[in-house]
């Protein structure tokens, strides 16, 4: 049972951060979120192939990243997940991670869809 | 966002990633400040050491190679660098990275996600604590560069420094006054700084030291005799100041000490040597007087005894011949006089009246201030000097007046007749040498006498009224009594 009531996608985060950036705001959101789309999928997969390596610096480098940059778009729930990523990394506890990749992904491709609908409107 | 701030700075931004580079990039710039970046902790660190013009540096935790702790090491560890403010943005947000990057030196920790609202204060807050840091690093520089300068003055100059307490001991000297005192080993600290001087200037010394700490004002340097360890004494031109706190209470007297032993040595062999000269003068001149004489007589006699016409002319010759003679020898006892003795204070009413009185100048008023004129002894010459001219030349006078005013921050003292004064064609040469209807020596030796303590004098009278001498005597050269 999903037990988080955070939102998958924060919309007054993204608000916020446009109103930051003035009159070149929307359009540098809407750059960085193809970036964006672009960028967690190989994020994803290099973690993934650390995870097979064993090689804990990596996860734990690659998944304190996707925490901020999720946080940063308002993608709390991915955010959080990826803390949790995070911490087992520090704790050398690898191989409870693969189980939460899936969600990752899961958390993910939500995120993505909000933020097209957030770009779109 | 509200409000662009003013104050520009130069910001590095050290983040791996790139999207939260080019985001963290673009709130900064839209700040107003210049940024540049870095993706890890290897060329932040060279790119700081190539170009350390940086204001604020926000830096990651989490870098790929050397980690966020090890940069903060390193840009606290870099000269030129180590002032620099930085600002850790993180995700790692325990509070055991808090504290380790706070003890490590960073100005602040701002956790990810990033809120740009807290970048921009904590971001002012930062370039104001660069500022400062800038300003205090000026000023210490500016102080060390100044104490660097000072120090060479003290410890190379040739003019000997001690600091007294205000106990009256020595509590700092420099090289030169020890060497001075013919100790440079460090010696005399605790000293009692009268006990440093000669005993026949120690009174002196101790009036010096009182009068500084009372008076408050700049005192004109005194000549005080030193005792050195060698048992010769060394004379030295001494200069004392009051370092005082802010109620102006004393809290040491600083003590710069001229050797003028070797220009007392000079000064003195002068004398010396003026004197022998004078000796020399007197008696030539008395043997020449008394041949004069002579020669004056067996030529007056000549004169009774001669019958032949034809030579008379020639006689008349020969005598005021003999008579120039005489008037120049006359000149030269005058002259070397002259510079001989220092100058003295003279008060100005008595001198002129005693200096005429003997003319019996026609119609006498002597109107001056209550001054007395620093000049050489001879003054009195140059005041005779004025009414004998008056006498000679003036025709029929009724009236000699001295005065005297102010003109600026010169003395004049003026004298005036009403005689027929002096023809504008010979203005400028009756202070000439040999220029005159006597001897042509009275004017010269005035102006001689009075160039001697910086004194001028001119003719500004008008032919046909009478004569107007005027006398310029500079500031500090005349006091009132």
């Known amino acids: ?121 | 966002m509200e409000g662009i701030v003013t104050d520009i700075g130069r910001v590095l931004i050290i983040e791996d990633d790139r999207i939260e580079r080019r985001l963290l990039g673009a709130i900064v710039e839209r700040l107003g400040h210049s940024v540049r970046f870095a993706e890890d902790g290897e060329s932040a660190l060279e790119s700081l050491k190539a170009d350390p013009m940086v204001d604020v540096v926000l830096l990651d935790l989490i870098l790929p190679g050397i980690d966020g702790f090890a940069v903060l090491e390193g840009i606290k560890q870099m000269q030129g660098i180590e002032h620099v403010p930085v600002i850790v943005v993180s995700g790692m947000d325990s509070m055991k990275a808090i504290i380790r990057s706070i003890e490590q030196g960073a100005t602040d920790f701002l956790p990810k996600p990033v809120d740009p609202v807290l970048l921009r204060a904590r971001l002012t807050s930062s370039l104001a604590v660069k500022r400062y840091r800038d300003q205090q690093r000026e000023h210490l520089a500016e102080v060390s560069a100044f104490s660097a300068r000072l120090q060479a003055i003290i410890e190379g100059g040739a003019i000997g420094i001690t600091i007294i307490d205000n106990e009256g001991r020595l509590v700092e000297t420099n090289p030169a006054f020890r060497r001075m005192l013919g100790d440079d080993s460090g010696g005399f600290v605790g000293m009692q700084f009268v006990d440093m001087l000669d005993t026949t200037s120690r009174e002196e010394g101790i009036a010096l030291l009182e009068e500084a700490i009372l008076t408050k004002e700049h005192l004109l340097p005194r000549e005080l005799a030193f005792w050195r360890r060698d048992a010769v004494n060394m004379w030295g031109s001494v200069s004392v100041s009051v370092a005082r706190d802010p109620q102006g209470n004393p809290v040491f007297t600083i003590c710069m000490v001229a050797d003028t032993t070797e220009r007392r040595r000079y000064e003195e062999a002068l004398r010396r040597a003026n004197a022998k000269l004078n000796i020399l003068n007197t008696m030539t001149r008395h043997d020449i007087s008394n041949q004069l004489t002579s020669v004056m007589g067996h030529l007056s006699l000549t004169q009774e005894l001669n019958a032949d016409p034809a030579l008379n002319s020639g006689l008349d010759a020969a005598e005021e011949a003999l008579r120039v003679i005489r008037r120049q020898i006359a000149f030269t006892r005058d002259y070397q006089d002259i510079g001989v003795h220092a100058p003295v204070w003279q008060p100005l009413r008595e001198l002129i009246l005693r200096a005429v009185e003997p003319l019996h100048p026609p119609g006498l008023t002597v109107e001056v201030l209550a001054v007395e004129v620093y000049a050489d002894p001879m003054l009195e010459r140059v005041f005779y000097t004025f009414v004998e001219n008056t006498r000679r030349h003036g025709g029929e006078v009724t009236m000699c007046r001295f005065s005297t005013s102010l003109s600026g921050r010169d003395l004049l003292i003026v004298y005036t007749d009403d005689g027929i004064g002096v023809p504008i064609e010979e203005k400028d040469r009756i202070f000439e040498q040999g220029v005159g209807k006597n001897t042509g020596f009275g004017l010269f030796l005035a102006r001689e006498i009075l160039s001697f303590t910086g004194s001028e004098i001119v003719e500004t009278g008008e032919q046909g009224k009478g004569v107007r001498f005027e006398i310029r005597v500079p500031e500090g050269n005349f006091r009132s009594l």
């Not at chain 1, 734990?60 to 995070?86: N, P």
């Not at chain 1, 191989?95 to 957030?118: D, K, N």
């Open chain 1, 1 to 121: 049972m999903d037990t988080d009531v955070r939102p998958v996608l924060d919309r007054g985060v993204l608000d916020r951060l446009v109103d930051s950036l003035g009159a070149t705001g929307p359009s540098l959101i809407d750059e960085l979120i193809i970036e964006l789309g672009d960028d967690v999928p190989v994020q994803f997969t290099t973690l993934e192939q650390a995870l097979e390596h064993g090689d804990a610096v990596t996860v734990r480098r690659v998944a304190h990243t996707l925490k901020s940059t999720a946080a940063l778009f308002g993608g709390m729930r991915l955010s959080s997940v990826m803390r949790t990523i995070e911490a087992m990394a520090v704790e050398g506890r690898l191989v409870e991670i693969p189980f939460l990749m899936r969600s990752a992904r899961e958390e993910y491709a939500a995120f993505s869809a909000l933020l097209g609908q957030w770009k779109a409107s």
